[in-house]
């Protein structure tokens, strides 16, 4: 459970850019796609060990099944932001 709620707010932080005070972007585009990339592959990670978990019954299948519905949930956040944004990029 702290896994998956650590894994959201560190994916959830991560699409908002820290700015200055004068509005400058701190993170670079690339920077941003790295931690985004990043955010996925710990998704990804965290769903296969709840995976990994149901099988071998250490986990209920209702909690489990509502943990990957969350995590499917965020992912796909996560690559709306990233398609929504990566037009941007290249109009800059």
Avoid at 45 to 55: C, H, S
Wanted: charged content about 20%; aromatic content about 8%; proline content about 1%.
């Amino acid at each position: 459970m702290n896994k998956i709620i650590l894994t959201i707010g560190i994916a959830s932080s991560l699409l908002v850019s820290p700015a200055k005070k004068d509005g400058t972007v701190v993170y670079s585009v690339e920077s941003n796609e790295y931690l985004l990339s990043e955010a996925l592959g710990n998704i990804q990670d965290v769903k296969e060990w709840i995976a990994w978990d149901l099988y071998n019954n250490r986990l209920n299948s209702t909690i489990a099944n509502s943990y990957l519905e969350h995590l499917n949930q965020a992912e796909d956040l996560i690559i709306k932001f990233e398609t929504n944004n990566i037009q941007t990029k290249y109009n800059r």
